[in-house]
Nanobody
Framework: QVQLVESGGESVQAGGSLRLSCVTS????????MGWYRQAPGKQRELVAT???????NYADSVKDRFLISRDNSLKTVYLQMHSLKPEDTAVYYC???????????WGQGTQVTVSS
């Protein structure tokens, strides 16, 4: 019932910045824990960052101090602001939502981020 639509992925040179957005459907955004995951070719999908409805955040060590996750509860949107991008950040980035009551997980279709050296 929850639909997620990501946008913002594109090709960028190393050191550049991008902002990814994920818009959710429905009226339950306030009770969803949101997250960003990424998957590079030949590797498992990994957690990038999460943000709870109250604003508490968690980041993977590889992106700390470079990426920022935020949410706008009025717009029902979660963002991932990425700075100082590195070639190893190249991956398909997926938006995730977890219902805080039912525990159900929902995934977006993914958006490609390519960082060139």
């Amino acid at each position: 019932q929850v639909q997620l639509v990501e946008s913002g992925g594109e090709s960028v040179q190393a050191g550049g910045s991008l902002r990814l957005s994920c818009v959710t459907s429905g009226s339950i955004f306030s009770i969803l824990t949101m997250g960003w995951y990424r998957q590079a070719p030949g590797k498992q999908r990994e957690l990038v960052a999460t943000i709870r409805s109250g604003g508490f955040t968690n980041y993977a060590d590889s992106v700390k101090d470079r990426f920022l996750i935020s949410r706008d509860n009025s717009l029902k949107t979660v963002y991932l602001q990425m700075h100082s991008l590195k070639p190893e950040d190249t991956a398909v980035y997926y938006c995730n939502a977890k219902h805080q009551v039912t525990g159900n997980n929902y995934w977006g279709q993914g958006t490609q981020v390519t960082v060139s050296s």
